[in-house]
Nanobody, 115 residues
Framework: QVQLVESGGGLVQPGGSLRLSCAAS????????MGWYRQAPGKQRELVAT???????NYRDSVKGRFTISRDNAKNTVYLQMNSLRPEDTAVYYC?????????WGQGTQVTVSS
């Protein structure tokens, strides 16, 4: 019944920006740590950013200063603002919700950075 739906992916040129959204339903959204992960072809899924229920954020080093994660609990939505995009950011981006033993994933949205 839990549903996480990502949107906002697409094709963008290097140096460009994209804003991803993840809309959650059927969970008490405010309890969960929300995160964005990504997976490039042939590579492991990796953490991009997380934000706790209290608003504390964490980023992988390679996106620090370029990406910003935020959440709107009233809208049950988490966002990832991506600026200064690089070809190496190309991947499927997945939304994650985590609370103790509860862990859920969205289906992903493709981000392609290419000139």
């Amino acid at each position: 019944q839990v549903q996480l739906v990502e949107s906002g992916g697409g094709l963008v040129q290097p140096g460009g920006s994209l804003r991803l959204s993840c809309a959650a339903s059927r969970i008490f959204f405010g309890w969960y740590t929300m995160g964005w992960y990504r997976q490039a072809p042939g590579k492991q899924r990796e953490l991009v950013a997380t934000i706790t229920s209290g608003g504390r954020t964490n980023y992988r080093d390679s996106v620090k200063g370029r990406f910003t994660i935020s959440r709107d609990n009233a809208k049950n939505t988490v966002y990832l603002q991506m600026n200064s995009l690089r070809p190496e950011d190309t991947a499927v981006y997945y939304c994650n919700a985590d609370y103790n033993n509860d862990n859920y994933w969205g289906q992903g949205t493709q981000v392609t950075v290419s000139s």
